[in-house]
């Protein structure tokens, strides 16, 4: 298990290792430009001034050989000579930098074998078809957030095959018959609402930037 720092506060690594299960949700809270505008951008829902802790929510796939716990989500990659914009696995170390990304949290269900499966085949699946990430179905939600009376509906700038990271492990849950919001359309679904989602779970939790954590 990596080391906790001096300080007694376990590293990003340490937590995340500590914590990774199969089809359990991660939560994290960046420093980027775009990270702190989505982070703030959810004031309406948050009750904290400065919004919402969390600014990207992804699923815990499995350990595979390699010895690594791999993730699935659907993000913005953008790296030297290389861009990915939907859906994709990475490993777990992406979110191990501490600067990068402050605030952290695993959310975990209690789920089967059987319905952890279904999450991570709907995940899959994503995968598969190439599933994009939709900067305009996340200004849709922008949308909503500025008229609460539209959370409920569908997104107003909703895309086929298209899902931003909330909204995919939204959709994910729900292929396994797990609502994790209620009274909010799929692709309405915020870091947010995730964090505060009413169905029973044990949630774990790294905080480092203000912001509220439910």
């Not at 390699?66 to 990915?84: F, M, P, Q, T, Y």
């Not at 909010?184 to 912001?211: E, Y």
Request: a positive charge; charged letters at 25%; hydrophobic letters at 40%.
């Amino acid at each position: 298990m990596p080391p906790e720092r001096e300080d007694g506060a376990p590293t990003n690594s340490a937590f995340l290792l500590r914590h990774a299960g199969r089809a359990r949700i991660g939560l994290a809270g960046g420093t980027s430009l775009v990270d702190r505008s989505i982070r703030r951008a959810q004031r309406p829902i948050s009750s904290h001034a400065q919004g919402s802790a969390w600014s990207h929510a992804f699923l815990i796939g499995e350990r595979r050989c390699d010895g690594h716990w791999w993730l699935l989500e659907s993000d913005l990659d953008i790296a030297h000579k290389r861009v990915r914009l939907g859906a994709q696995e990475n490993r777990i170390d992406k979110y191990f930098d501490e600067r990068e990304w402050p605030n952290l949290a695993v959310l975990d269900f209690g789920l089967d074998d059987a319905v952890a499966t279904r999450v991570l085949a709907a995940a899959l699946e994503l995968l598969a078809s190439a599933t994009r990430y939709s900067l305009r179905e996340v200004f849709g939600t922008l949308l909503s957030l500025a008229r609460p009376t539209l959370r409920e509906r569908e997104n107003l700038l909703a895309r086929e095959n298209a899902l931003y990271c909330s909204a995919f492990v939204q959709h994910c849950y729900a292929s396994a018959g797990v609502e994790l919001v209620y009274g909010v359309s799929g692709k309405n679904t915020t870091p947010h609402d995730i964090a505060r989602t009413g169905l029973p779970h044990r949630a774990h939790h790294l905080l480092r930037l203000a912001g509220a954590a439910r």
